[in-house]
């Protein structure tokens, strides 16, 4: 009698699992996590001394990568880094004053518009503010 109990709960938990292994990947794709990154409107993005003239850096804007380039004029933009080809995040390439994806060689302006290589789109623009000591990227 308790070897059968013994076989049946091992029977039964090994089914149990098996149920468990094939459904929760299958709950997971179709239930979407709850994302509150896309609720985010606005990030610092530093200190405006943080950024020298020709230069870009990378900050995080929610869960995306956005790049912050201050041009040769002073001017501060800000675009999102996610290239518009396959998603590769883009550098600011200071002896082109380009925006660059070193993935496939795609090439953006100053504007964010895309004037080489495979990228479709532009990047997508941000609006920036000094506020006192702070960079404040927000969405257009
Ligand atoms: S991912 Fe940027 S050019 Fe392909």
């Keep these: ?12 938990s090994g089914i149990v ?14 239930i979407p996590p709850a994302s509150a990154e896309s609720a985010v409107m ?10 020298q003239p020709n230069s870009g850096t990378i900050f995080k804007f ?3 990568p956005g790049i912050l380039i201050r041009t ?23 002896s082109a004053q380009q925006i660059i ?5 795609g090439e953006f302006d100053l504007n964010g518009k895309n ?3 495979p ?10 503010n000094v506020r006192g000591d702070e960079i404040v990227v927000s969405r257009v």
């Design 101 to 105: 994806c070193a993935c496939h060689g």
């Design 1 to 12: 009698m308790l070897r059968r109990y013994f076989v049946n709960s091992l029977l039964s």
């Design 62 to 64: 929610g869960g995306e």
């Design 72 to 94: 040769t004029g002073g001017e501060l933009r800000a675009f999102s880094a996610r290239c518009t080809h396959l998603n590769c995040t883009v550098q600011y390439d200071p």
């Design 17 to 30: 699992a098996t149920a468990a292994a094939i459904f929760y990947p299958i709950l997971k794709f179709v």
């Design 115 to 117: 004037v080489a290589g």
């Design 42 to 51: 606005s990030v610092s993005a530093g200190r405006p001394d943080d950024v």
């Design 119 to 128: 990228p479709p789109k532009p990047l997508t623009p941000y609006s920036v």
